[in-house]
């Protein structure tokens, strides 16, 4: 059973289009977090959100706390061929409890 | 750069045989973790450790075990390896020191992918 349930799992688009990959789940998340990984290369963290309804923009990329915090999106406005990469959600159940449940990732391809 | 080192990256072993990877870290930080990563299933907690001698399991930590003797190291051994345990395997550290302001943000390495026979 996957506790965090991301969408799509696979996305290929082209390059200048818009994309949201959706995190959700039935349980309530102090905090969730969002990683990105490329070939080869462990996971990088790209935000963490901790508040219901909270909207974070880094650059291009908009991430979003559903209110009852259990579900998550990440949107990205006019994709380019570096945004390719395994996208992953990730929520820590209980603050200081220090573990976090991993989403199995969207794979993500932009095509120049 | 978070000072995590993996090793070894990459390992070929057979069924039955013992292995051993390691984790290094340069910061001492309290929080060590070991995920393995699977196709389909995302990352998926090992064991992890919340300081010197002090370790719990995850969620699929069946066929591994761990040991923490000095802050900068964690080490994960499977005692008899198995085809299912084929797999990326990564170590993550918490910068946080833990309680009520941790939001559990982990830091990785670059991975040790192991091949089981």
């Given at each position: 059973t996957q506790l965090l349930e991301q969408s799509p799992q696979f996305l290929s688009i082209q390059e200048g289009e818009n994309l949201t990959v959706y995190c959700n789940s039935s349980s309530v998340f102090s905090s969730l977090q969002w990683y990105r990984q490329e070939p080869g290369e462990g996971p990088v963290l790209l935000v963490t959100v901790v508040t219901g309804g909270e909207v974070k923009k880094l650059k291009r990329l908009t991430f979003q706390f559903g209110d009852a915090r259990k579900d998550s999106s990440l949107h990205i406005t006019?994709?380019?061929?570096?945004?390719t990469g395994l996208y992953l959600c990730a929520g820590a159940w209980?603050?200081?409890?220090q573990k976090l449940v991993f989403g199995q990732g969207t794979r993500l391809t932009i095509n120049p | 750069d978070a000072g995590i080192t993996q090793s070894p990256r990459h390992k070929v072993t057979e069924t039955g045989t013992p292995v051993t990877l390691r984790c290094h870290q340069t910061?001492?930080?309290?929080y060590m973790y070991w995920y393995r990563q699977d196709p389909g299933h995302g990352l998926r907690l090992i064991h992890y450790s919340y300081g010197v001698k002090d370790t719990d399991k995850g969620e699929?930590?069946?066929?591994y075990s761990v040991s923490r003797s000095k802050t900068e190291d964690f080490l994960l051994t499977l005692e008899s390896a198995t085809s299912s345990q084929t797999s990326v395997y990564f170590c993550a550290i918490s910068k946080t020191s833990g309680g009520?302001?941790?939001?559990g943000e982990l830091f990785f390495g670059e991975g040790s992918r192991l091949t089981v026979l």
């Amino acid at each position: 059973t996957q506790l965090l349930e991301q969408s799509p799992q696979f996305l290929s688009i082209q390059e200048g289009e818009n994309l949201t990959v959706y995190c959700n789940s039935s349980s309530v998340f102090s905090s969730l977090q969002w990683y990105r990984q490329e070939p080869g290369e462990g996971p990088v963290l790209l935000v963490t959100v901790v508040t219901g309804g909270e909207v974070k923009k880094l650059k291009r990329l908009t991430f979003q706390f559903g209110d009852a915090r259990k579900d998550s999106s990440l949107h990205i406005t006019a994709a380019q061929p570096g945004d390719t990469g395994l996208y992953l959600c990730a929520g820590a159940w209980v603050q200081g409890a220090q573990k976090l449940v991993f989403g199995q990732g969207t794979r993500l391809t932009i095509n120049p | 750069d978070a000072g995590i080192t993996q090793s070894p990256r990459h390992k070929v072993t057979e069924t039955g045989t013992p292995v051993t990877l390691r984790c290094h870290q340069t910061e001492n930080h309290r929080y060590m973790y070991w995920y393995r990563q699977d196709p389909g299933h995302g990352l998926r907690l090992i064991h992890y450790s919340y300081g010197v001698k002090d370790t719990d399991k995850g969620e699929v930590s069946d066929g591994y075990s761990v040991s923490r003797s000095k802050t900068e190291d964690f080490l994960l051994t499977l005692e008899s390896a198995t085809s299912s345990q084929t797999s990326v395997y990564f170590c993550a550290i918490s910068k946080t020191s833990g309680g009520a302001s941790n939001t559990g943000e982990l830091f990785f390495g670059e991975g040790s992918r192991l091949t089981v026979l």
